[in-house]
Nanobody, 123 residues
Framework: VQLQASGGGLVPPGGSLRLSCTTS????????VGWFRQAPGKEREGISY????????GYEDSVKGRFTISRDNVENAVYLQMNNLKPEDTAVYYC?????????????????WGQGTQVTVSS
């Protein structure tokens, strides 16, 4: 199982980025896919997930209304559209897949991880 996150970069405050997470197999093999981020000196935090069975989504409070998670079953991809980015969004962003239905936004609830992609929000 391989996941790959991409799409990071340097953007000014208020800017937007779209992260992509692609999988080596069918994305429907998983119960859910989540996005996490880790800033220097901080713990990895879950920020959003999407359920592969019913398409339901969830967000951490600090990104609600700014970030949108979506999926493309044909492309085997999950996306994270990030709008109105703030300097505090600067972090390495990771995607992960859950192999069981008991998941939410905890890092230990996910089984497969991709490498991270750096997002830097700075003027």
């Amino acid at each position: 199982v391989q996941l790959q996150a991409s799409g990071g970069g340097l953007v000014p405050p208020g800017g937007s980025l779209r992260l992509s997470c692609t999988t080596s197999g069918s994305i429907l093999d998983y119960y859910g896919v989540g996005w996490f981020r880790q800033a220097p000196g901080k713990e990895r935090e879950g920020i959003s997930y999407i359920d592969m069975t019913d398409g339901s989504t969830g967000y951490e409070d600090s990104v609600k209304g700014r970030f949108t998670i979506s999926r493309d079953n044909v492309e085997n991809a999950v996306y994270l559209q990030m709008n109105n980015l703030k300097p505090e969004d600067t972090a390495v962003y990771y995607c992960a897949a859950a192999a069981t239905p008991n998941y939410y936004l905890g890092a230990d609830e996910y089984d497969y991880w991709g490498q991270g992609t750096q997002v830097t929000v700075s003027s």
